[in-house]
Structure formats: C-alpha cells, structure tokens
C-alpha cells in the first residue's frame, strides 16, 4: 500500500509572506521522514498541500511519479492525522474508523469488521463499543490513527499527532507507530517541532525553516554531520568553535582535529556533539578547559567548560555526562572526543 511522496520546487505563498520557498523532499515507499521545525515554519501548510487541503503557489506534489495538481484530497489516497483528533462525539469508536467505509457504500456490518482490525493494530478493540467523546487523549489519538489507517492510504501524513500527550503516552505512540510500520508498512511524514520525536521515529529527517528544507538525511547524519549551524542548533547540538581549516585540519582552542574530505582552507566552525565528548583527566585530553556550569538533566548532566589554548582565543564546551559527573565547579579537567575526525561547517 506504500508509494512514494515528492515535493517538486515547492512554494506557498500568503499575500506578500512566502510561507514556502522552493520545498524538494523526497520520501521513499514505507520510509518515515520526519519533518522538524520550529512553530510558524511551514510543515503545516507543506502535509496542507500534499493532502489537497490547500494549493501550492507553484512546485509539484507527485506520487509514485504522477503530479496530483486538480486531484480532489479525497482520491489522493493519503490520511492526514492532526494534533486534535476531531473524532465525531455522537458516534462508537468503531463507527468513527468504519466511516469512510461506510461513506464508500460499504454495509455497516462489513465496514465495522473492517475497522475492528484496526482498531485490534491500536489495541483498542475492547473501547469499540464505547463513545468517542468518552476517551482520553492517548485513546482519542489511537482512535485517529486506526481512522486513518482504516482508509488503507498510501502514504500517512502526521502532523504533531502526539504533541499534547504526556510523555509516557507519547512513548507509547511510538512504539504503536513502530507496530504499525512492521504490520503495514505506509510511508509516513512525520511533522514535529520535537527533535526526539524526530529521531526515535523516523528514518530522516527533513529540518524546515522558515519554509526552506535546510537539510534532509538519515537521523545519524543530521547530528553528527550538520549542513550549518543552524542544523546543528535544531538538533539541539550545543556546541561550535571557531577556527579555522587548513589543509583538511581544523585548528582551535581544541587543538588540531582532522575534517571532512573537502572542506576547503579557511574559518569554519568546529560542530562537536555533547555526547561526543568525554571528560578526562588533564594529561589525557586534547584540550584543557575549566568547569563553569553544571545542570543536572535528571540521568544526565550538562558541564559546561571554557576551554583555553594556545591556538587563538577560549571557546565554551559543554559535554553531556551520564549520571553524577565526578567534577566540581572551577575545577581543570582534560576534554578528550570520542571520534579521532571531526566535522566542520562555514556557516
Ligand atoms: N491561510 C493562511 N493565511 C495566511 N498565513 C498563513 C495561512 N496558513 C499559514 N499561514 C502562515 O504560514 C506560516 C507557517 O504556518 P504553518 O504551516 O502552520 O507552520 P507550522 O505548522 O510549522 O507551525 C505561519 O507564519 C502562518 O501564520
Ligand atoms: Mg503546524
């Protein structure tokens, strides 16, 4: 049932404001892309569009190769599930995932075998009987998902379907939407403003913003190989120092670190996960730099360090440590990263 999702030079505008700017993304049969940007970024408008809800101002949207330009939303063959699930509160559970069947002539009894299956891959069969506006928010959702799945799409649009659940149900929509993928397989475009979300959920990711894809590429890349700084900063990477390459090496406060094949001489920033870094003793580190902060996250804590070296002026580090680190405030630690290369971008 899986097809492919792709978004040709796409643009939206609103009057003067360009809301999208010449959106290209690609999303392979029975791949997850996550879509991860900002509040006000354009992935609204963006699952808008590919359902039908709205026009580009120009740019494609094909599936599997055919531009759906003039196909009416309701035979593009794609779901969109929303933050709120708008459920009809007069009807059963079963009766809201057996609607579109029953709207395509299907008999009642047909149509509710149908949903029930669905609702049996939510692991909602025991609340069929119950009515909708009788159900928690995780269920609500659950429901919304087997609706929307229930109408066999070729390819599922969410957009920030789990954002107003706590965070244990959100854990458990994500292991419903991993059952869902091994047992059916739809392509999915994932929206979130959640970077976790993002990466515990789908295979890329695609960063918006302000209407332009800064990025698209598999989760690891996305952290660990930023396009800019700006990638780096939405995938919550804390850290960059100036310096400057020269000859494949980046050199700065953290000393000399081999880069990508490619990058030209000349200033660039050093982009070091937090999780990349280890605390060591003096002797044993690439660079030297003194405690300044220490935020304890719960099972983790964020030190902060100022790193001074000999190669031009200090820059902040911040290292992510499991647990209690076993340092205090002032005191002189060695940083040492986990990678023998690094990556460095120019802007
Ligand atoms: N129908 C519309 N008319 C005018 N501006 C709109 C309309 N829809 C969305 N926008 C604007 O487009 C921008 C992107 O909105 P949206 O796609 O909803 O972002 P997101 O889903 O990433 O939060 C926002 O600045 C929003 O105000
Ligand atoms: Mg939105």
Redesign the pocket.
Known sequence: MSSRLEFRGLSRA??Q?E?LHEVSLTVEPSRCVALL??????????L?IAAGL?DPSSGQVLVDGSDLDGVPSEERGLALVFQKPLLFPHLNVVDNVAFSARMTGQSRKAARRHAMAYLELVHLSDLARRSAGCLSGGQEQRVALARALARNPRILLL?EPFSSLDSRLRDDMYSLVEDIRAELAPTIVL?T?DRREASILADSIAV?DE?RILQHGPVAQLHYQPATLAVNRILGGLNALSGRVTGGIHQSVFGRVPVQPGMVDGPAFLVMRQEAIRIVVTGEGTAVGSVTGLKSLGAHTLVRTEVTGDHGPSGTLTIDVAGEPDVTMGQVVGLKPVNDSGWAVTR
């Open positions: 609103f009057g404001a809301v940007g900002a509040s006000g970024s354009g992935k609204s408008t963006l808008r709205d957009d929206v403003h918006l209407g």
